[in-house]
């Protein structure tokens, strides 16, 4: 299989002819796009467009209640909760919108040793965490890519009483095949990196110097990683540097690329907005700002252009805007972020946040956030059983699309949440989340409350990490 080098399937003019096309379409038109997205058999990207014109609200309202029918179908009532692990500041590049770009004095740098790597896993780990994201900027002091290689292992090896971390995710700059051989070796759960802009114009202007001034080599990225072995794989959009709804049928083209060349698009899709950064003027005062309705609309717009790919929010966002968007689409989201390195620590030792990438939305803790949701009839899920039974990539797909894989997810979505209870939630969060495990299970068909059910005992039994 032949490797893209070029970002030849990112069309800017299908893009536009796509657009331009979609705001002639009239109301019948979209409501017959809304019907086929109820098919969950994903969205073309012309559909996308035709989507993406909307601006009557009663076509909004029926956006919306579309995008709710999906993911209720598809997800139930799970989010899946993870934490960012910052490991380091250092960065090589000079991008306008980040407080990590090289030409930013303006930040304090910094690169967690292992012990302090360790100390941070612990810190989330004794929270409640099972599943972290690891950050790390475009550059890696004295060790190179090894010391990425070291943090994994080390998050991997911390133990703190009956927890530890079983899934860690990888955000770093984009590798080679040698490199991404290696990361598959150190057993990552998905490679996420993000596009940040498909605008080639705008890409440029936003980036300065440095190695990720490439874009063909940071869109092919995903092509390295899969065809190295690593089967799940995560994109995304920075919104905010360029419009939108461009944005949006960039990131189809994407997945269609993604689909046609290994048989599966991204494990999932991300959608940060700019927030205020130190020393980025550009990220206090977005280009192309997305108003908080748009907003929605574009999650909704993806929840049933890509129905089975899950959509992460981060702690960018308001606690208002993260509630108004699980029903929407969203169905991974972190909890109580901090996005400097050492940033978990500091805020043990009553530290002021120093050296962070930007400005949080949501400072609320994962207990907090925790209650909130299951308060609103979520269920917080730390499951991490499909990627250690090797439901990845196309396999977990092949469960998915026919609605088999809530076999799997919702008992282990409950037990997960009540080892969680168990463990580490304050009392007020575990009355609240006992009530709706038991509010779940009666909902459930038979079998799957019999599963789910003998789960969620052994767990009160005193088992750990238990899960179908």
Known sequence: MAIAEKATFIDEAEIGRALETGLRRGV????????KALE????????????????DPDLLGELFTAARRVKEHIYGRRLVIFAPLYVSNFCGNDCTYCAFRLRNKDVKRRALTQ????????????????????????SYPNEGFEYVLKCIDSIYKTKS?????????????????????ALKDAKIGTYQLFQETYHRETYSRVHLVGKKRDFDWRVTVMDRAMSAGIQDVGIGVLFGLWDW?????????????????FGVG??????PRLEPAIGSEIATHPPKPVADIEFRKLVAIMRLAVPYTGIILSTRETAVIRRETFALGVSQISAGSRTNPGGYAEEEGGITEDGQQFS??????????????????????FCT??????????????????????MHCDPNALSSFEEYLSDYASQETRAVGERLINDTLATMDPKSRDVSRKLVERVRLGKRDVFV
């Not at 019948?28 to 019907?35: A, C, F, H, P, Q």
């Not at 896993?121 to 004794?126: C, D, N, S």
């Not at 009956?162 to 700059?173: F, H, Q, S, Y």
């Not at 991204?266 to 959608?271: A, L, M």
């Open 360 to 381: 949080l939305g949501d400072h609320r803790s994962l207990d907090e956030v925790v209650r909130d949701i299951a308060g609103l009839g979520y269920v917080p899920s």
């Open 245 to 261: 709804r461009f944005e949006v049928l960039a990131l189809m083209q994407h997945v269609r690329h993604l689909e046609q060349t």
């Open 28 to 35: 019948g038109e979209v409501r017959e796009v809304l019907v």
């Open 40 to 55: 969950m058999k994903g969205l073309s990207m012309e559909d996308v467009a035709v989507l993406a014109s909307i601006s």
């Open 266 to 271: 991204p494990h999932t899709i991300s959608v």
């Open 385 to 406: 059983g499909c990627y250690r039974l090797g439901r990845v990539g196309k396999d977990f797909m092949d469960l998915a699309k026919p609605g088999d894989i809530r």
């Open 161 to 181: 009483g009956p927890g530890e971390i079983r899934r860690v995710n990888v955000n770093v700059a984009p590798l080679g095949m040698d490199e991404f051989h």
């Open 115 to 138: 012990d302090e790597v360790s100390n941070e896993a612990r810190i989330l780990v004794e929270s409640g965490h099972k599943r972290v994201l690891l950050v790390a900027g475009e």
